[in-house]
């Protein structure tokens, strides 16, 4: 039976919003080493592993929005489906400090094997569901870490990565939208920068033409159930405001 390493939620859903969350897990299929990057337990509960807090927002915000979520089903450790099938960090071997034992020596076949098993099928799912709908638009739900090891904390709650270059890019209208809430220090293409060419919204959403946006939220912010529920809340006005004044 073949296994699929992607969940679709709400695949039927109405509108036009598609949520992805390319690193919503922390799984390691049993064919990658037995199940075992050669971490331990606790390293795999940490960001370096998957974006803490981001698949639960989603489904609380696709549920809100009447939208599709795709989700990725595997670590990003396994194989990284935002990065493009060229870049050198598809297959992380050193991840904020920590080694991973498993990816160390890692040959061809294998790389391959990982980009035709989990890559490729979560990218393709995305796709069939993006395709199913008019003028599609992408929403990537990714988590930061508070603070990377030996770095200075980050003091956005929120931040929306984007690329300036892009006509059909939501983010500054996002961004501006966030910003009218007074509570809030919201990243501009902060902590990482909006661009990343074969990346999965440069693949997905930039060079297909479709509207998107990229949100990050802070991940000690979205620890459980309720906070992650409560962002959800919280974002899908702000998302319908940045569509109605984008004037798509």
Do not use: C
């Amino acid at each position: 039976m073949t296994q699929n390493f992607y969940q679709i939620h709400g695949e039927t859903r109405a509108s036009r919003w598609v949520i992805t969350v390319d690193h919503a897990s922390n799984r390691v299929p049993e064919e990658v080493n037995g199940g075992d990057l050669g971490l331990a337990p606790a390293d795999m509960q940490r960001h370096i592993a998957y974006d803490i807090g981001a698949l639960g927002v989603a489904l609380s915000l696709g549920e809100l929005m009447d939208a599709p979520v795709v989700a990725s089903d595997f670590s990003r450790l396994v194989i990284d489906p935002n990065r493009g099938e060229v870049d050198p960090t598809l297959i992380m071997r050193l991840y904020d400090g920590t080694l991973i034992p498993a990816n160390a020596e890692i040959d061809v076949k294998e790389e391959q094997r990982r980009l035709e098993t989990y890559y490729k099928p979560y990218n393709d799912a995305i796709e069939r569901v993006a395709s199913q709908r008019d003028d599609p638009i992408i929403v990537a739900m990714h988590s930061f870490s508070p603070r990377l090891n030996g770095k200075a904390p980050r003091p956005w709650e929120v931040a929306i990565l984007h690329a300036a270059h892009d006509p059909r890019n939501l983010g500054p209208h996002v961004i501006e939208r966030l910003r009218e809430e007074n509570d809030l220090t919201v990243g501009d293409n902060e902590p990482y920068h909006g661009h990343l060419p074969g990346d999965a919204v440069d693949r997905l959403a930039l060079q297909m033409g479709r509207l998107n946006t990229l949100i990050e939220l802070r991940q000690d912010l979205i620890i459980n159930a309720k906070e992650q529920h409560a962002w959800a809340t919280r974002l899908a006005p702000i998302l319908n405001d940045a569509l109605a004044r984008s004037g798509y």
